[in-house]
């Protein structure tokens, strides 16, 4: 009896052993690694009669390089275009001509025209949201011309891997503050979102072919100011290079549709608001000159500006009108003084901070009304303040924010303190030292 009892329980036993490995071993939908070309960034461009144009950015294994010796980096990328209605059609399309299936998991960065963001991109971002192979942190950029001119002119002139060029191109924003870090999650969550809306990357080709070239864009000082560094957008930098991809500025959004952009400078406003700046190199004119002279000959102070703390944002309502007060603290490091006087200490010290202070709140306080006036944009998240005042969230919905932020009112209050001056701690002019 005791047997016949062991021998059943081994029985089952057995049984359940051979069901778990036929339940785990299943290999019909697997894919070798060898078998599939992987993406490493992906245009969007307007196609014919509302078709959607497809460039997709594929890397080359063997150009790459394997093991210690580099690879040819021109040939490190190929580049494929298709039209189809959706973007899944467009894949199957490039896969009935390829030897390998697309694989979307290690894309770097997406595309899309400035002609397509204008008409809204919703249904791509839905795309992007909701494959499995699109990582949630694939970097967002905004082409202002097509998006296959950027991937075509896109050379990784310092990087074997074209990835890791997408990667340090998109994350330049942390140095520069010249542009914005944009990810297709957060872009789409704040596309949806009713307290703020999304920022994405402006990118483009410069066109640029020679440095005689870039009278056309700096041009003549407008009202004795003159243009600084940052001052426009990614298809006018003043700069030659093999490489003619650009970076620079920020795209606005209003809901999914593209409502205008910030220029370089501006961006840099856009990240001190947002608490978002890490560092950059920031020039004033020198406040002891002013104005550009006769001689066209203005001097400047650079200075290296981070943020000594979050910025405190506070909104009131006063008679169905949002008074919004924004104070920054920056702090700041003396690189460069162009003019003879001293800032390293005392009352010139306390000079180059006042000046500073309202050099920077004057253009932060323009950039603020040009996202009500122009834009209608709350890209900053003021509305995120205004959301804590509320109990529930009907209340929040029926009190339209958007509608009340168009007719904001902005006072900024900014401090820059210098906390070091390079690696000089006082500055005697030429003409005193002869």
């Known amino acids: 009896m ?34 599939m070309v992987y993406v490493v960034a992906m245009g969007l461009d307007r196609g014919v009669e509302g078709n959607i144009r497809m460039s997709m950015l594929l890397a080359v294994p063997i150009a790459v390089g394997v093991g210690p010796e580099p690879g040819e980096v021109d040939k490190a990328t190929t580049m ?27 894309a770097k960065l997406v595309v899309i025209s400035s002609d ?33 001119d950027f991937l075509k002119t896109s050379k990784p002139i310092l990087e074997a891997n074209p990835a890791k060029y997408y990667e340090l191109l998109m994350e330049s924003w942390e140095i520069t503050g010249f542009s914005v870090d944009s990810y297709v999650k957060d872009s789409y969550a704040d596309m949806r979102s009713i307290d703020s809306e999304a920022v994405a990357a402006l990118l483009d080709v410069n066109r640029l072919e020679d440095s005689s070239e870039f009278k056309k864009i700096l041009g003549e000082p407008i009202n004795d100011q003159k243009t600084m560094e940052g001052d426009y957008t990614a298809e006018s930098v003043p700069a030659i290079f093999d490489s003619k991809s650009m970076n620079m500025g920020a795209a606005v959004f209003k809901g999914d549709k593209m409502a205008g952009e910030l220029n370089g400078r501006e961006t840099v406003f856009y990240l001190m608001v ?10 004033v004119p020198d406040p002891q000159q002013g104005t550009i002279g006769e001689d066209n000959e203005a001097k400047f102070v650079s200075l290296r500006l981070n943020l000594a703390r979050k910025p405190v944002i506070q909104v009131e309502m006063k008679e169905n009108i949002p008074h919004i007060t924004v104070h920054i603290l920056l702090e700041g490091i003396i690189l460069t003084s162009e003019g003879e006087k001293d800032y390293s200490t005392g009352e010139g010290l306390k000079q180059l901070e006042d000046f500073s202070a309202e050099y920077i ?7 603020m009304e040009k996202t009500r006036d122009e834009f209608n944009s709350d890209i900053c998240g003021v509305g995120k303040k205004m959301k804590q005042k509320f109990l529930n969230w009907d209340d929040w919905e029926q009190f339209h924010w958007a509608e ?31």
Do not use: W
Not at 6 to 35: K, P, Q
Not at 125 to 145: C, D, H, V
């Open 404 to 434: 009340k932020y168009q007719n904001s009112i902005f006072d900024i209050v900014t401090k820059v303190s210098i906390r070091r001056t390079g690696m000089k701690i006082k500055q005697i002019p030429m003409s005193d030292a002869k």
């Open 2 to 35: 005791m047997s016949t009892r062991n021998n059943n329980a081994r029985t089952v036993i057995i049984a359940c052993i051979l069901i778990l490995i036929m339940t785990t071993s299943g290999c019909h939908d697997a894919i070798e690694i060898d078998e």
């Open 274 to 283: 947002t608490g978002k700046l890490q560092d950059a190199y920031f020039t």
């Open 80 to 106: 494929i275009t298709v039209e189809a209605p959706t973007i899944f059609g467009g894949m199957n399309i490039a896969n009935s001509m390829l030897s390998k299936q697309l694989n979307f998991s290690h």
């Open 361 to 367: 709140r004057k253009d932060i306080l323009s950039f």
């Open 116 to 148: 397509i963001a204008q008409r809204g991109i919703e249904r791509y971002m839905n795309t992007f949201n909701r494959f499995r192979e699109f990582r949630p942190n694939t970097f967002l950029g905004i082409s202002k011309g097509p998006a296959e």
